[in-house]
């Protein structure tokens, strides 16, 4: 069983930047499969970007591409999404997953495929 803790979430102005941290215990996350999604009100959870266990690959959606880096240091057992330039559509709460299994490609950006998750946290971009 794998507990994951999001944290850095807040409040930010247009164009400003966030860092936010995924915390895993339980075991280590270094033979999962990491992701982020969110999910704004009203809205279905949306996914935003993914990294390989050897980190050698990432995959993000159109929307957040150029701007959203997903990291990871396995050592550290965590999950980070740098977020820069940030938009008021990107007002969400950010999830974290975790995927016990293979996936490779636009599989990995399927909700289905991730076996953990958590709690979320809030990202508010104001205009």
């Known amino acids: 069983q794998v507990q994951l803790v999001e944290s850095g979430g807040g409040l930010v102005q247009v164009g400003g930047s966030l860092r936010l941290s995924c915390a895993a215990s339980?075991?280590?996350?270094?033979?999962?499969?990491m992701a982020w999604f969110r999910q704004a009100p009203g809205k279905e959870r949306q996914f935003v970007g993914s990294?390989?266990?050897?980190?050698?690959?990432?995959l993000y959606t159109d929307s957040v591409k150029g701007r959203f880096a997903i990291s990871r240091d396995n050592a550290k057992n965590t999950v980070y999404l740098q977020m820069n330039d940030l938009k008021p559509e990107d007002t969400a709460v950010y999830y974290c997953?975790?995927?016990?299994?293979?996936?490779?490609?636009?599989?990995?950006?399927?909700?289905?495929?991730?076996?953990?998750w958590g709690q979320g946290t809030q990202v508010t971009v104001s205009s």
């Open positions: 997953a975790a995927d016990r299994n293979y996936c490779s490609g636009s599989g990995c950006s399927r909700r289905t495929e991730y076996d953990y």
């Open positions: 339980g075991r280590t996350i270094s033979m999962y499969v």
């Open positions: 990294i390989t266990r050897s980190r050698d690959s990432t």
